[in-house]
C-alpha cells in the first residue's frame, strides 16, 4: 500500500543542477530516515544522502557540498537539490524510506520501502 514516487531526473549539462523529489504515499504513520541512493550500470548501489526524522543529514564524499537533502514532513516527501553536476554523477537515483505504516484495523508495520528510480543523466 505504501509506495515511494520520484521525479526530477533528467539531461543536465555538466555544472548543471537538477532537484529530485520523492513523495510516499498511503496509510503512513510516520517516517523516519529517508535517503537517496544510486547505481550506476555495472556499479553498486551506493547511498548519497539521508537525513533522519530529527533533521541530521549525511552525505557521500563524493557529493559533499555539491547535494543537498531535505525533507517535508507534511508531504512525506524527501527532496535531493544537486548542484554542480558531474558526469560520474550519472545513474538511476532511487529514493529509500524507513517508513511506519498502518495495516489492517488496528495494526502498524515498519518496512524499508524504494522508489522506482529515476534517470539522471550529466553529459555534454
Known amino acids: 500500500q505504501v509506495q515511494l514516487v520520484e521525479s526530477g531526473g533528467g539531461l543536465v549539462q555538466p555544472g548543471g543542477s537538477l532537484r529530485l523529489s520523492c513523495a510516499a504515499s498511503g496509510r503512513i504513520a510516520s517516517i523516519n530516515a529517508m535517503g537517496w541512493y544510486r547505481q550506476a550500470p555495472g556499479k553498486q548501489r551506493e547511498l548519497v544522502a539521508v537525513?533522519?526524522?530529527?533533521?541530521?543529514?549525511n552525505y557521500a564524499d563524493s557529493v559533499k557540498g555539491r547535494f543537498t537533502i531535505s525533507r517535508d514532513n507534511a508531504k512525506n516527501t524527501v527532496y535531493l537539490q544537486m548542484n554542480s553536476l558531474k558526469p560520474e554523477d550519472t545513474a538511476v537515483f532511487y529514493c529509500n524510506a524507513d517508513i511506519i505504516a498502518y495495516v489492517g484495523t488496528m495494526g502498524i508495520e515498519r518496512n524499508e520501502h524504494w522508489g522506482q528510480g529515476t534517470q539522471v543523466t550529466v553529459a555534454s
Open positions: 537525513v533522519r526524522s530529527d533533521g541530521t543529514t
